[in-house]
């Protein structure tokens, strides 16, 4: 899986992280890596969570942050050369 994080939401990251770490030193890195523990649950809950106009969206189980997120999915193949057995 490839997860691309936009400038935009990179921008928002920044600021969320500014905000909290202004409110206590330390929770600034916290309320990132809860973020990002977040966005790294995608590998297994992609595609389960509510869709609202046309992007899921992954609420933070901390913070009052929200992920939004498209699946792309791409259609691929495994080409075998020789015979039906070779893996």
């Known amino acids: 899986m490839n997860i691309q994080i936009l400038d935009e939401a990179q921008a928002d990251l920044r600021e ?3 905000f909290y770490e202004r409110q206590n030193v330390g929770l600034g890195t916290y ?3 809860t973020i ?9 809950y992609a595609g389960a ?3 609202l ?16 997120y498209q699946i792309d999915a ?3 193949h495994r080409a075998c050369q020789g015979n039906s057995s070779s893996a």
């Open 74 to 76: 791409l259609n691929c």
């Open 36 to 44: 990002f523990s977040d966005i790294d649950s995608l590998i297994l």
């Open 53 to 68: 106009n046309g992007y899921h969206r992954l609420l933070s189980k901390i913070f009052p942050y929200a992920v939004y």
């Open 31 to 33: 309320f990132l890596d």
């Open 49 to 51: 969570h509510i869709k």
């Open 16 to 18: 969320g992280t500014q």
